[in-house]
T-cell receptor, first 115, second 113 residues
């Protein structure tokens, strides 16, 4: 009974490259959330997706960031033309249904380092 | 004013001590409240939900005061393994999706032998 799976665990990119972060929700969960945690900061909501739909992207930066959750396969958080300020831990969470108390279960995160 | 505010600590306590963390939130329409625990360089893990009537899980007791928009966590008989950062978490109730959680920056606890 695997939990939320994120890969890679660590990702190093040079400025200007693209970063792709993947997240497979827990079995039976259809809601995926992405959060970013800067060093010494709290987690910040980025985007909430269901299969093939973006429900809320109010926390996404306006440029360079995009997310998807296709019908088949994991959710992808994509960062184009990365900059040093993108260095952070990116956590994915999943929940079974929106009507619940929003209990979300987190993956181990992807630590992005931009050189 | 931050949406969720916590004392960052650190709280340094001896084993066996009782320690209490407090948290305030700004959105009076918030509906769901949680305490998560985050170990260094690890993911947040749900510790417990928080209900208006108060709830207890072993050595952990959580309280919610809606009138004051205040949440607390009490840890009794603290263990070395309780050392972590404790995150106060509130749902974002903005009339739309309720899937967004607002995290406090966390209160760091260090339990010493």
């Amino acid at each position: 009974n695997a939990g939320v799976m994120q890969n890679p665990r660590h990702l190093v990119r040079r400025r200007g490259q693209e970063a792709r972060l993947r997240c497979s929700p827990m079995k039976g969960h259809s809601h995926v959330y992405w959060y970013r945690q800067l060093p010494e900061e709290g987690l910040k909501f980025m985007v909430y997706l269901q299969k093939e739909n973006i429900i809320d992207e109010s926390g996404m930066p306006k440029e360079r960031f995009s997310a998807e959750f296709p019908k088949e396969g994991p959710s992808i958080l994509r960062i184009q033309q990365v900059v040093r300020g993108d260095s952070a831990a990116y956590f994915c969470a999943s929940s079974p249904r929106e009507e619940t108390k929003n209990i979300q279960y987190f993956g181990a995160g992807t630590r992005l380092s931009v050189l | 004013r931050k949406e969720v505010e916590q004392d960052p600590g650190p709280f340094n306590v001896p084993e066996g001590a009782t320690v209490a963390f407090n948290c305030t939130y700004s959105n009076s329409a918030s509906q769901s409240f949680f305490w998560y625990r985050q170990d260094c360089r690890k993911e947040p893990k749900l510790l417990m939900s928080v209900y208006s009537s108060g709830n207890e899980d072993g050595r952990f007791t959580a309280q919610l005061n809606r009138a004051s928009q205040y949440i607390s966590l009490l840890i009794r008989d603290s263990k070395l393994s309780d050392s972590a950062t404790y995150l106060c978490v509130v749902n974002r109730a903005n009339g739309g999706s309720q899937g967004n959680l607002i995290f406090g920056k966390g209160t760091k606890l260090s339990v010493k032998p």
